[in-house]
Every structure is written in structure tokens, then in C-alpha cells.
């Protein structure tokens, strides 16, 4: 058995992989870290308090897994959908009779997206009740609260793409509020007064058209795929960033 | 089926049941240790965690964010072998279902629309809501209480945030996901829906209770003087309060801070107050305007 | 330091063990899950090809024995011992040297050939290429190498055709050599191919792949992939009579005619034809999925879909005759159903009632019809007494103000009058419409009311009136008027009178009463709130404003002659409209929530689901619920595409401008009076209870229509309707007479023709057709005597006694022929006998391919069958 570890650890393929061995000491350890690209975005050190399960609730790390199981189940989903009226709902019907993985997949993706979205606020609620918004991360927090507010766009422009009932109501609903933005919303308080029809107003402009159609499902479809993850990754990288430069996971000050 | 059971087995509110048993053991367990901390304090020790050391990332951490990942892929995989994703009929723009909710994060907005005209319940106190969320570090000047579960030291802004956070959003989502039903009705869960059943809540505007048109002159006037009352009013009484009580307080605040803590508290107890006035007192509008209504 | 308790830390290794464990069961779980449990087509189709194995297994048996049975195999032995011999001959003779040194030959000179082919391309691809690229440059080389190549071209030509020559005589004396070998050896491979086809058959069956099949429709938006179950669905020899392995039902009309590549499954059938994980979700007996599977005589209720015409159809039978209910009783009189506007009325007038019926009649009909007669159509509404009564009270208020009720003991009927109407009853033949006492009414789709107790409903007065001239009472009505005298109708009214009496009947009104202005203003209110007048006509009611007691209880249209907006829902879409729409309320735990449960709990009992509703009961037995419901549930928008689309003749009409057809002139009028169209079909226009008259006019004899007319019993064996040939389940033959309308006693209105000069006249004016020539050929060589016995031998030889009857002798199928010189023209038979089905494309008279002299000699023979009239 050793000499099969031994074999394969000294097998040129295993060494270009992990360049060397891992021995367990100080250095090692940190070069673990260092020399991950993935593990990388870690400190060598942390305190013990982030180790420990009862203070984060691992809610900051779960929400970004469920980011990652999104992206992967998403993109599998796009394979087989089109976005438009007349196929979107064939489509998903053909997820679920015949495509391979399809129900399953289509289920991580819709449970995932709920999961995120609830992990997402009790994440927020972790860190206002350890008051970690305070100096020096508020910035970091006003990073995470439109992160927070681009999950719930996330999971709103996905409910459309299956073009069914509950999805294409629930978007009316979520946009008519749009229609009654003052000043920019048709229905809206002074919008007379700028000559705001259902043509040229907010809600148009979020559906491009006035009535949830087929450019209102393009629309969902290019944000919820292309623009906000992109945006969300962007803000991503600069929270996970601040956090290590902002000194780690808050902990109670040393006096 | 028992309706109760029903509702809450749907495949998508069975997400709700999860988050209401998610929020609630967190919920309980943030103020159990804030409580414990404040007791160590008050008895002189040091808080939990105060003490730490540092540790190698690898492999404690990292050991504990594999093992975490692993339970929370288990129980998505479960989860989604367990239910379904619905799939609801096609699209029919002719169709109104009723009721028709807006996604779930969302209901507690549409439950406002029972309350507010959608330019305040839709657009306005969301806005409010994301400024003044990314505005609580810049208002929050307590110092302490940073990076540690508390409650004694951190009361207010901890009452304030747990009001918005529980009741005024996701205790209105899960009365939105289970309360409401045909005709954005009352139903309590275990009740059946009834699409045909009508209720006939005659309600009035502010001015009408003292015998004024709320659509006149005079009824324009008193709508103006309430809520321009409410927010002056809430403006300064406060400001006197600290003035006399704790003016170091309101010297390190500065009048910008004030005037914004101040501006976003009101507005979000205006919620509850409006809420009141709607469920008591049967008041549809507190202001009449040719342009929007309060 | 701490570093050094790191390796103490409080995480176990069982955990992830366990964790790791979870996921790599649950993904193997998710692997077999979608592999198998989620593809149950897979079970199916290879159970289909187990069986398909063991048919096709069983038919290769069955045929070996055949094979063996036939002399097939015999044959075989045979061919195969020639085939030897001549194999033998050819080597031992030395032949077979001289065979294989020419078939060396051939070989090498074939071989030759193609290379020399080959040589031609290449050289004449060069020549080509120079000649592309050179012509215009003209240098001398390369014309120099153009005409190289061009000889050189000629001579493998020439050489090849040398080969060819030599070629030719030595293919020649081969096959002399070979003699008849490739001849046997053709019929070696048919013999074996009878095998060897079905084996291939097993063979193809093993390698069939295990796949989902679809049938993918574009433009309807369908990809239905019942056949992945359904696999042997159109094979016309079905391995199972199991589902879901049998083949379709009546393949040829309903595959036949429409093509499953174009038309799919799911647009007749409905269901999910997507779903493929289980039966449920295909069957479309899901959750979100609101069209279930139609089955059996169920399906037919697509037919509605794209045809316009059903009747006559093949394969939609059950619900053409499911079609009638409709009609029977006028569901479009308070609902719009797109095919079923200006209908007429489904009631009579009431406006007049008061004059017509005794009071305590009125109430108790009210109250409940079937109680008066089980087969009444008029639904029953649930009246109270005083409801009852406010109705009878505006409705007599019309005609009188009193409630009043003939006093039936008062009645005094005549004897010799009741004998005579009596006699006069019977030859009208009024059972045939009107049942009394069980008997009668045979005639069903008039609908005419049974009069076992008419004599307690109505006065005799009004009988009279109506019985005069049933239009001015009722226009529209199916009654025709028949030409008594005035004498003639007293005594049948005498009879009716004293003969159909109801003996339970009150008359709690033989004192009249006065109606109160109270009763009748609540009366009004009611026929509006409950739509009386949708079945009804009542003056009055035309152009009501709806009354503000009922506008508060939700009444909002009322019957207009323009609108004509009808009081119940519209029932257009019924077949496919969203389960949202149709309110279940207290039965929503009790019935299944699917469409055609609740239209079916709505026909059963149309107030059961909450209070406030007003449809009344009809009271349809289960039966004709299941029917009707069929019907309604044909009823959609359907997205059928244009091509789909089988319009009836009444709209391709339209669409080319062509008018409907209408009667002109008296005859209209003639027809307006006795309804001829009744019974009879006349340009496509009337029932189809009696013969279709449309070329009556090429086909009967004046004399035998005049007499006919006059009357009707006197060829009564004729008109004995037989039973369609072929349906075994038919009912004995009902032999039915025409009325006695006394035609020709009165004059039409406003001319000086009498009623049958108009009707013969109208007959030979228009409903004749040029098809039908009004002489027949004539043989000049044969003698007419002669001529006759020739076409009785025909007549005798072709056998045509098995079916038609001369006198007494020959069979009953078609129609007697005793008389037939006397009704029928001579052109009309000679042109039956060319092609029969032409003029009636149901009939089963086998065509016998009769030449023209044969059917003039037929023709002539049949016309001297005579019954001298008495």
C-alpha cells in the first residue's frame, strides 16, 4: 500500500501537480495556503474565533458555495434553454421528460437559489449582530448590502425563464411596482408632468415592451445569465478582497 | 389534505418553512451568546473569542469549510431529490391567477401595497431600505460591540435592526406566503381559499374621522399638517430629548447623522403606524394630494 | 504554541467520512434514478420487442411449415439436385475448362475496357482544360496537342469498341455453356427469400434501438412521445392485445386520414405528450397539467376541432349522434355556442299561453314537467309554489287577468265525432310524432309533446285554433298543417278531448280568479332573473330594461332581437378553458378538479356548487350526461393550424358566395305548412327520416307521386324502412307511413293551384339533375318482347331475388320491386344500375359492372312490373 502512495506521489504527473510534498510543519502549512490559487484567498494565520462554527455560522462561505453550485448548475441549464416564448416552456418541459440529469439539475438550481437567497439575509443579520459593520469595514458592508440586493435581482430575472403562470405573474407584479416610480413611472406622482406614458417609462425600460413578452424574457434572461453574475462576481472579488484587507473576520479588539 | 399541511408542502414554500427554522434556531442562538457575553463582561472577563489566538489556515479552516460544504451540498441534493421544481401551466397573459404574489423575498413589499400606494410600498421605502442599510455603519457611531455577539452595549441600534429585519420584513414575507389569499384576503393556513368570497371593508381617509372631505381644501390641509407634523415633529422631540438628557451624544453625532438616523427611523416606524391606522382605525389615506397619496 | 494543537482540533474524520459517504450514495441513487426509474419507456419498449420477437418468431414457424407443407421445401430439393447436375454437366464435359478459359477472357477484356474508359477521362478532361484556357490565346502548340489528344481520344475509342465486339460472342457461348443454371438459380434465392425475409425480420427486431420516439410538430408546438410506450400503435398486426402495446383502433380512418408525422397524438388525444417519466404525468393526470387523455368514444370529441360537418363522418359517429342533444334540448338558448346561432326557438311562444292551458296546468308544469310527462324537455327550476305561481300569473297576465281552469266535467264530447276523429287520428299518423300512453312517437328528433293527458292541459278552442293552423299560434313550430275541413278538426279535437285525459288532474280554478298586479310584477322578475325567454318567446320581453332588483343581484343582460345576448355562460371555449375559471365551490373536495368532472357535476346538478346559481336541471340520465359532456367538451379554442382545418359545406359555400338553398314560391309555401322537411331531406335541407327527395323529381313517375300524395297508405309495402344492412345490433324494422296530409283538398293561398299540382310541379322543375337522362338508349335490333325476357334472365342470373322482392318471391334487403315500372322513370333505374352509389353513397347494392345494353334491357324489364291500382 505504501509503496503504491509512494509510486504514485513520485509520479512526474502527481509532482508538476502539486509540486511537492506536503510535510506537516509550519511552513508547509502555510505554503498550502499560499500556493493554492484557491486557497490562497485565506491568511496563513487566522484567529481561532473564525475557526469556530458558532460565530460566523459559516453563512458568508455557504452563500458564496451556493454562488459557485448556481453557476455550474445555471450553466448546464443554458445548454437546453431558449429564450424565447415560444420554446422556453417546451424547453423546460424537455428538462424534465428527457434530457439526462435534467430534473435534478433544474431542482439544485431552483432549491439553490432559494437556499442562497435565505442564507444570504441571515449572513447579513450574522454580521450586524457582531457589529463587524463597524470601523474599519463599513465600506465592506455597504459592498455586501448591494450584493444582497443583487442576489434578490438574481433570483427575480430567473423566475421569468420558465415562462409558466407563476413565473410570468410574479414579474408582472415585481415590475408594475416599476410603473409607479415618481416622476418615471406612468403611474407614478408627477409623471404628467414629464410626459410619461407606459411607452417611456421605468417599466418599459425593465421589460422593453409594456406588457411581460418576448423582450421582457430576452431582458431576464441576458441579466440574470451574463450581467449580474458578472457584476456580482466583480463585487465579490472586491468583498472577499476588503475582508482580509480590513483585517479578517471581526473579532472583539485585544485592549 | 388538511389545508395547513398543503399549504406549507408546496414545493416552493416548503423553502419558507426552511428559512422560517433557519432564521428562528439563528435568531436564537446570536442572542444566547450575545447574553453570555454580556454576562462575562459584566463580570469582568473577557468576551469570547477575545482571547484567540492565531492558528494556521490549513487545515483547520479550510478542514471546516470542506466539511461545511460537503453537509450543505448533502442537503441541497436531498432537498432536490426529495421535491420537485414545480412547473406551473404556460404563460397566459389572459389569466390572471388570483392571487398573483410576487416572488416570495419580495411578498413583504406586495403585503406594504395593503397599506401604501406601490410609488411609496414599490419604489420609495426599498430605496430607503438598500440607503439605509449601506447608511448604518456611517450612523452607527457606538464603538463598541465590534466583532463580538452583545447586547447590553449595543441596545437600540440591535432593538432597531431586529424590528426591521423580523417583523417588518420577513414576518410580513411569511404572512404574504401563508396568510393571503384570493383577493389579497386574510386566510389563516389551515383555512380554505374561497375565490368567491368578497369583504366588504368600507374605509375612509384621516380627515373624514372629524367629519372633513378628505379630497377638499381644508381636508388637504389637515392630511399636510399630520404628516408634516409626524415628520417635524419626530425630527425635534427627539433632538430636545438628547438635547437635555445626553447632549455629548448628540454633539458627537453632528446634525448630518442626526438628521439621517432620525429621517430613516421615522419612515420605517411610519410602516407600522400606518398599519395601525389601516387595521384600527379603517383609514385608507392619512393625506389627499393632486399628485400621490399618503 | 497553539500551531502545535492543530492537529487536535475538535473535527473528526468520521464526519466527512460520513458526508462523503452521503453524496456518493445519493449520487448513485441520482444515476440508477435517472437511468431507469425516470425512463419507464425503457421497460416497455423492451418488453414490446420480446413479444414482437416471439410473433415474428411464431410467423417464421408457422411459415417453415408452410413451406414444408406446400411442397415449397419439395421444390426446393428439387431445384438445388438440377442445379448440381447442371454444375456437373458443365465441369464434366469439359466444358467447364473451356467455361472458366472464357470466363478468363471475359474477365481480361471487361478489365481492359474500364482502363481504357479510364485513359478516355483523363485524356478528355486534358482537352477539355486546354480547350477552356486556350481558345482565346489560339497559340499553335497547344492547338497542335489539342489535336494530338484528339486522335488519340478516336483511338481508344476505337479500341474500346473493338473490345465490346470481341466481348459480345464470348458472353455469348458462356451462357450457352451455362445453360439454364442462372434461371434455377433465381428461383433457388425467390424460394429461399420467403424464409429468409422473415428471418431478416427477427433479425431487425433484435437491432432495433431502445430509444425515445417522437413525433415532432412544429406549428402546433408538439413533440409527442407516446410512441415510446405506445410502440406498436400503428402495426397493423399487433404482437399484445395488452396496453401499452396495441395498435390503434380503426387504423385506416383514424391514422389513415391523418398522418401521425402531421397531426401527432396529443391533438386528438390530448394529454401530456411530452411527459415520458411516468403514466401519470403522460396520461396528463398531473398537477399544472390541465388536459387529461381522451379515450375510446371519448376522442371523437376532437373531431369537433377542425371539421365542420360531422355528420356522415366515419369514426366520429358517437359523437354526431352525441351532437343531437344540443339540438334536443336548445343549450344555445341561454348559452352562445359558436355553430348554433339563429336556431329558433326551443319553446313555444308563450305569449298566448293563458288562451292555450288550464292555470293549475300551468303551475304544476312550472313546478315540475317530468311529473306532467317523463320525456318532457323543459327543465325543472326549482320553483316555489308562489314562485310557481307569480310565473303563471305574469304569464297569463298577457292574454287575460283572471286565473282560470276549464271545468273538465263540463266537457261534453260527441260520440259519433270522437269515432270519427278517431279514424282521422290514425291516418294523420300523429303517433308518429306524438307518443301517447307509452306507444308513438317514434319519430323522436321532431320532439314533439307526448299527449297521453293533453285533454286536461289544454282548452278545446285553442285546439282547434291550433290544430287549423299551428303557425299563427306558433311560428316556427315542427307541427304541419294538416288540410282538414273544419268538421274534420272538431271531431279530432272530440276525440283528443275525450281520449287523452289526465284523471289525476285538478282544476283548483274552475271559478276564475283575478291575478294580482303584485304577483305579476314578481312573475316579470322572475322570467327575467331566471331567462324564461331564452327558450320562449314572449311579448314584451324583447327589449326589457333589466329591473334594479335584479341589476343588484348580479342580472345584467336580458334578451334583445338584436343582441340576442344570452343569459348563461358562453360555452364557445368550454373544451378548453383554465381550471382557474370554473368555480368548484363546496364540491372542490368532493369531485376530482378536472374540466370535464365539473361539466359533467354541472349537467348532473347545475346549482350544486354554491348558492345563487341559476341553471335549471334537466334531469339527463347518466347516460345522456356522459354524452352531452363529450360534446361540450369538443367545444375549444383549439390552435388547430389552417391545414387542419375540414370546413362544412355550408362554409366552403360561403366562402365561394354561394347562397344556401332556399324553397321558391308556393312550394315554400307548401312546405312552410306540412314541414315536409321534417321527415324528409330536400336539398340538403331536413331529416333523414324518410327518403331524400332531392332528385325526386328524376327519379318518381307524376302519376305515382299524384297518387302517392292522395294517398299515402296505398304503396305502403314500399315505404317499409328496412335496416341499414351491416349493423348487426339494428332494431327490427319500424314500419312507418307517411301522414295523410290530405293534399290537393285546399288550394295554396293567394293561387289557383292546388297543393299537389305545386308540389309535382316544384318537383319536376327543381329538383331534378341533368345526370339523370329522361330516355334511355334504345336497341334497335331486338324486339321489345324480346327484349323483356332478356333483362328477366339478367334480372334472374345476377341474383338480384336474393335482395329485392317481385311479388312475394326474393329477399327483404332492398327496396320491392312489384310496382317499380309504375313509381320510378326508366332513366333514373338505367342510371342506378350504371352506379348506384352515386345518388345514395350508403347504399349496399353491390355495383356489377353492368354493360349499357345489359342495363337497357334491365331497365326495360323493370318497367313493366305493374300493380294495376285498384
Known sequence: MNDLFNKVKKNLIWKSVFRRDYRDNVRDRALAIFGNVFLHLHPVKVRESAVKLRYTWGMGGITFLAFIILTITGVVLMFYYHPTVDQAYSDMKDLEFQVPYGVITRNLHRWGAHFMVIVVMIHMFRVFMTGSYKAPRQFNWGIGVILLVLTFLLSFTGYLLPWDQLGFWAITVGTNMGAATPLLGYQGPFSEYLHITPYNDVRFALLGGAIVGGNALLRSYIWHCIAIPLIATILMVVHFWRVRKDGGISRPQNN | MNPFIEIITQPDNIAIVIMILMVSFFMVWAFQQAFQNDKLKSAGYAVDGELDKDVDTFKPLVRIELLISLAVMLFLTVWSIVVDAPLEEIANPTLTPNPAKAPWYFLGLQELLVYFDPWLAGVVLPSLIVVGLIAIPYIDINPKGNGYYTFSERKYSILIFSFGFFVLWLLLIVIGVFDRGPGWLWYWPWQEWDIQRVVYEPTRDLSNLVGIESRSLPGFIIGAVVVGAYMIGGMIWPYKYWQKKNPEMLQQLGMTRYVTIVFLFITMMSVPIKMILRLVFLVKYVWITPWFNV | ??????????????????????????????????????????????????????????????????????????????????????????????????????????????????????????????????????????????????????????????????????????????????????????????????????????????????????????????????????????????????????????????????????????????????????????????????????????????????????????????????????????????????????????????????????????????????????????????????????????????????????????????????????????????????????????????????????????????????????????????????????????????????????????????????????????????????????????????????????????????????????????????????????????????????????????????????????????????????????????????????????????????????????????????????????????????????????????????????????????????????????????????????????LGKQKVEDTNRSDVDVVVNYFQQELVTTDIPKNIPVIADVAMPEQIAQGKKLYDDKGCIACHQIGTDGGAVGPNLSNVGNRLLPGFIFKHLENSRKFKSDIVEPNYGFTERERVLLTNFLMTLKLSAK
Open chain 3, 1 to 742: 504554541m497553539a500551531n502545535e494543537n492543530n492537529n487536535k482540533s475538535p473535527y473528526r474524520a468520521y464526519l466527512f467520512v460520513f458526508f462523503s459517504v452521503s453524496l456518493l450514495i445519493l449520487s448513485a441513487w441520482v444515476i440508477w434514478n435517472d437511468e431507469f426509474g425516470l425512463r419507464p419507456w425503457k421497460h416497455y419498449q423492451k418488453e414490446y420487442k420480446s413479444l414482437k420477437h416471439d410473433q415474428l418468431v411464431n410467423d417464421y414457424k408457422k411459415a417453415q411449415l408452410e413451406f414444408h407443407r406446400s411442397g415449397g421445401a419439395k421444390r426446393l430439393a428439387d431445384l438445388k439436385a438440377q442445379l448440381s447436375k447442371a454444375e456437373e454437366a458443365l465441369k464434366s464435359k469439359g466444358v467447364g475448362e473451356k467455361y472458366t478459359q472464357l470466363s478468363n477472357k471475359l474477365d481480361e477484356l471487361q478489365k481492359q475496357a474500364s482502363d481504357n474508359q479510364k485513359k478516355l477521362q483523363t485524356v478528355r478532361g486534358k482537352y477539355l482544360e486546354t480547350e477552356y484556357f486556350f481558345t482565346k490565346t489560339q497559340k499553335p502548340e497547344y492547338k497542335k496537342q489539342m489535336d494530338e489528344l484528339q486522335l488519340q481520344i478516336d483511338a481508344i475509342d476505337k479500341q474500346g469498341k473493338e473490345l465490346q465486339a470481341k466481348q459480345e460472342p464470348v458472353s455469348q457461348s458462356m451462357s450457352q455453356l451455362a445453360g439454364n443454371i442462372p434461371a434455377i438459380k433465381a428461383e433457388i434465392e425467390q424460394l429461399n427469400k420467403i424464409l429468409e425475409d422473415k428471418k431478416e425480420k427477427i433479425a431487425n427486431n433484435e437491432t432495433a434501438p431502445i430509444e425515445i420516439k417522437q413525433f415532432l410538430i412544429k406549428d402546433i408546438d408538439k413533440a409527442d412521445r407516446c410512441v415510446s410506450c405506445h410502440v406498436g400503435i400503428d402495426s397493423p398486426k399487433q404482437p399484445s392485445t395488452k396496453q401499452p402495446y396495441t395498435k390503434h383502433p380503426l387504423m385506416s380512418v383514424y391514422l389513415g386520414h391523418h398522418d401521425p408525422g402531421k397531426f401527432g397524438c396529443t391533438f386528438c388525444h390530448r394529454g401530456q405528450g411530452r411527459a415520458t417519466t411516468t403514466v401519470e404525468k403522460a396520461h396528463g393526470k398531473a398537477k399544472y397539467w390541465d388536459e387529461p387523455l381522451l379515450k375510446g368514444d371519448m376522442t371523437q370529441t376532437s373531431c369537433l376541432n377542425c371539421h365542420g360537418d360531422i355528420k356522415n363522418l366515419r369514426g366520429a359517429e358517437s359523437i354526431t349522434k352525441n351532437t343531437e342533444l344540443i339540438r334536443k334540448y336548445g343549450c344555445y338558448s341561454c348559452h352562445k355556442i359558436p355553430g348554433y346561432e339563429g336556431m329558433g326557438d326551443v319553446g313555444p311562444e308563450l305569449t298566448q299561453v293563458g288562451t292555450k292551458v288550464n292555470y293549475t296546468w300551468a303551475v304544476d308544469w312550472l313546478l315540475d314537467p317530468k311529473k306532467y310527462f317523463s320525456t318532457a324537455r323543459m327543465p325543472k327550476f326549482y320553483f316555489t309554489q308562489d314562485q310557481a305561481e307569480a310565473i303563471a300569473d305574469y304569464l297569463f297576465s298577457m292574454s287575460g287577468s283572471e286565473r282560470k281552469d276549464v271545468d273538465i266535467a263540463a266537457v261534453k264530447n260527441d260520440p259519433k265525432l270522437v269515432e270519427q276523429g278517431k279514424v282521422l287520428w290514425s291516418q294523420a299518423r300523429c303517433n308518429l310524432c306524438h307518443a301517447t300512453g307509452g306507444r308513438g312517437g317514434d319519430h323522436s328528433k321532431v320532439y314533439a309533446p307526448d299527449l297521453s293527458k293533453v285533454g286536461s292541459k289544454v282548452n278545446k278552442t285553442w285546439l282547434f285554433n291550433w290544430i287549423k293552423d299551428p303557425n299563427k299560434y306558433f311560428p316556427g313550430t315542427k307541427m304541419p298543417r294538416f288540410r282538414f275541413t273544419d268538421q274534420e278538426i272538431s271531431a279530432l279535437v272530440d276525440y283528443i278531448a275525450n281520449e287523452y285525459q289526465d284523471d289525476e288532474a285538478e282544476s283548483k280554478y274552475a271559478t276564475p280568479q283575478t291575478i294580482q298586479a303584485e304577483s305579476i310584477k314578481k312573475g316579470k322578475d322572475l322570467v327575467q332573473q331566471y331567462g324564461c325567454y331564452g327558450c320562449h318567446k314572449m311579448r314584451g320581453m324583447e327589449m326589457v330594461q333589466v329591473a334594479p332588483s335584479l341589476k343588484a343581484q348580479g342580472v345584467t343582460f336580458l334578451r334583445s332581437d338584436e343582441m340576442r345576448e344570452k343569459i348563461g355562460t358562453e360555452l364557445s371555449s368550454i373544451g378548453s378553458k383554465p381550471l382557474e375559471l370554473l368555480d368548484f365551490g363546496k364540491l372542490k373536495k368532493s369531485i376530482p378538479n378536472d374540466r370535464l368532472s365539473y361539466i359533467k357535476q354541472k349537467l348532473r346538478d347545475p346549482r350544486g356548487f354554491r348558492l345563487g346559481l341559476r341553471m335549471p336541471n334537466f334531469r339527463l340520465s347518466e347516460k345522456e350526461v356522459n354524452e352531452l359532456s363529450a360534446v361540450l367538451y369538443g367545444f375549444t379554442d383549439s390552435n388547430a393550424p389552417v391545414r387542419f382545418m375540414v370546413p362544412s359545406r355550408q362554409e366552403l359555400d360561403k366562402m365561394a358566395g354561394v347562397q344556401g338553398y332556399k324553397f321558391t314560391g308556393d312550394f315554400a309555401k307548401v312546405i312552410a305548412d306540412v314541414k315536409c322537411t321534417n321527415c324528409h331531406t330536400i336539398k340538403g335541407i331536413g331529416a333523414d327520416y324518410a327518403p331524400d327527395l332531392t332528385l325526386a323529381g328524376s327519379k318518381l313517375q307524376e302519376s305515382w307521386i299524384r297518387n302517392f300524395l292522395a294517398n299515402p297508405d296505398m304503396i305502403r309495402p314500399l315505404l317499409q324502412q328496412m335496416p341499414k344492412l351491416g349493423l348487426s345490433q339494428a332494431k327490427n324494422p319500424v314500419k312507418v307511413t307517411m301522414p295523410k296530409f290530405n
